[in-house]
């Protein structure tokens, strides 16, 4: 391991611990437990609804190891997050971005869905 994998595994480490809650990730009937921590506060994101009016909403990002995912791999749009408090948030592509950031320590675009 490089300092650059040990950097990411102590930091992952350090949020999971002071920061993370047990969330059910999900992507059909596929559902995994895992440990991940989100942004301390969202963003408000809108959205060309097609018609010329912008549709503003909550995004979340959700942080996590890739590897706890399993053989649901990367996220894709669709999938969906149930965190510890009952709230539910869909993974989305950020406009211009994809729907999440990293390889191994990823930073997931959710838009809340349920309260």
């Known amino acids: 391991m ?8 102590a930091l992952a480490g350090v949020f ?15 559902v ?6 989100r942004s301390p506060e969202p963003a408000s994101l809108a959205v060309d609804s097609g018609g010329g009016a912008l549709v503003e909403y909550e995004s979340w990002e ?8 399993g053989e649901l791999t ?20 950020i406009p211009g971005m994809g729907c999440f ?8 675009h959710t838009k809340r869905i349920e309260a």
């Open 2 to 9: 490089g300092i650059f994998e040990n950097s990411r595994r």
């Open 16 to 30: 999971a611990g002071v920061a993370g809650e047990h969330i059910r990730y999900g992507r059909g009937d596929q």
């Open 32 to 37: 995994v437990g895992v440990i991940a921590w």
């Open 62 to 69: 959700w942080h996590l190891e890739a590897i706890s995912l």
């Open 74 to 93: 990367a996220p894709e749009p669709g999938d969906w997050i149930e965190a510890a408090d009952g709230r539910t948030y869909e993974v989305l592509r």
């Open 101 to 108: 950031a990293g390889d191994q320590l990823l930073r997931i």
